[in-house]
Nanobody, 125 residues
Framework: QVQLVESGGGLVQAGGSLRLSCVAS????????IGWFRQAPGKEREFVSR??????????RYGDSVKGRFTISRDNAKNTVYLQMKSLKPDDTAVYYC????????????????WGQGTQVTVSS
């Protein structure tokens, strides 16, 4: 069983920055992956980024819409995965979710079996 708790969302002006945190607890495997997704009203859940829970931290992916602006990282000592978001745009407004997968290389939300409650990010123009 895995529990995920996100925090760090809020209201920010366009061009600003926010850092989201995802504190994870439970049972993880060497193949486990932590991902960030987002969902705006009326839109499908969108892949943002993912990182391996352990092992090579360079195994990272980003969605095309956030490449170059968002950075994912982890601190295993704190059981936390971060999403640093810079140069935010109004289109980044969404509920951001942290998710965990036991294994696999897919970026599809259906591949992630555990989800946090989400944190709202609102970017004003």
């Amino acid at each position: 069983q895995v529990q995920l708790v996100e925090s760090g969302g809020g209201l920010v002006q366009a061009g600003g920055s926010l850092r989201l945190s995802c504190v994870a607890s439970g049972t993880f495997f060497s193949s486990s992956v932590i991902g960030w997704f987002r969902q705006a009203p009326g839109k499908e859940r969108e892949f943002v980024s993912r990182i391996r829970w352990t092992g090579w931290s360079g195994d990272i992916r980003y969605g095309d819409s956030v490449k170059g602006r968002f950075t994912i990282s982890r601190d295993n000592a704190k059981n936390t995965v971060y999403l640093q978001m810079k140069s935010l745009k109004p289109d980044d407004t969404a509920v951001y979710y942290c998710a965990a997968a036991s294994s696999g290389g897919s970026d599809s939300p259906t591949s992630f079996g555990y989800w946090g409650q989400g944190t709202q990010v609102t970017v004003s123009s």
